[in-house]
């Protein structure tokens, strides 16, 4: 298809133009960006005032030992994930063991469940609303669902460097988009590569030009999946001398350590040596084509929108 015309008010080439469309400084914003928010809230959660972690209230009754027949998270989005390939699943695989080993309680994203936002059009809708961005994105002739879908088969972007990044109320396995490492033999320079923020600027261009509207929340320089969630304080808790329930700062640190111990592991294991890439530790976003969802994605569910 033609090259995708850029919106003058495009939030993503924002940063692309900063870099100059260099991938290894695009690289650099997005480790910078996680790694700054994991020590920020790694001080926030050891801290001696920390008060527990922050529980998804609705996913708690929803799931786990609160949960609550019948009930139905309101909220309804319009999304464009991509799915991970099978060596990223069996990465977080193993790392949602590894935390559970420590936090029992923690909420752990199913397998079938996971994805990474390449867009958020719309979020917390009601039904009716998403239906009508749906019927209009359905309707258009000029750029189809199908052409958003298969764009990354013709646009090739790996996403390198697992990490496990964290707050206080979720944690997710979050990557950099590939700079100076090649994504095959015929790529082209590393300053013209094509890189994971480039597909979103596109992606986000080509649902505009089906005239429906985007709000995405989401614009930072960060590629992340959702892997675990808190929606219990079970496991942080001590009694005080007056029988009262406080945190136990503890037990936070053990689970603080337990995420810099996998990091270490990911680095030394995952991480390109000599701009050599151990089988697995890339990830070629959307090679099997984007997934266009509605309704309640917010756990990674939801209903597919099927491709014209």
Not at 282 to 295: D, H, N, S
Request: proline residues 6%.
């Amino acid at each position: 298809m033609a090259p995708v015309p850029l919106s003058e008010d495009n939030p993503f080439q924002t940063l692309i133009a900063e870099a100059n469309s260099d991938s290894t400084i695009l690289q650099s914003q997005y480790e910078n960006h996680r790694v700054t928010r994991n020590r920020q809230q790694s001080a926030k959660v050891l801290a001696h005032n920390f008060p527990g972690w922050s529980l998804d209230e609705i996913l708690k009754r929803l799931d786990g030992p609160g949960k609550e027949d019948g009930f139905v998270d309101p909220r309804n989005c319009l999304v464009v994930w991509a799915r991970p390939s099978p060596q990223v699943r069996d990465l977080i695989c193993f790392i949602q063991n590894e935390l559970k080993s420590i936090s029992p309680s923690l909420w752990l994203m199913p397998p079938e469940n996971l994805h990474i936002t390449v867009l958020e059009v719309a979020h917390s809708q009601t039904e009716e609303q998403i239906e009508e961005l749906v019927q209009t994105l359905q309707s258009s002739k000029d750029v189809t669902s199908a052409d958003i879908a298969a764009y990354p088969r013709s646009h090739h972007t790996r996403l390198i460097k697992p990490m496990v990044s964290f707050d206080s109320a979720a944690l997710a396995l979050s990557f950099v988009p590939a700079g100076c490492e090649c994504l095959e033999a015929e790529s082209s320079s590393d300053e013209e590569h094509y890189t994971y923020h480039h597909l979103r600027r596109d992606i986000f261009d080509m649902v505009r030009q089906t005239k429906v509207p985007v709000a995405s929340r989401y614009i930072v320089p960060s590629a992340h999946l959702t892997i675990a969630r808190f929606i219990s304080q079970d496991g942080f808790l001590m009694k005080g001398f007056d029988g009262a329930e406080t945190v136990d700062h503890s037990r936070v640190k053990l689970l603080i350590d337990k995420i810099g111990e996998i990091n270490q592991k990911l680095k030394n294991e995952y991480w390109p040596k000599e701009r050599a890439m151990k089988e697995g530790a890339g990830w070629i976003v959307g090679q099997e084509g984007l997934v266009i969802r509605r309704g309640r994605v917010w756990y990674g569910g939801g209903e597919y929108v099927p491709l014209d």
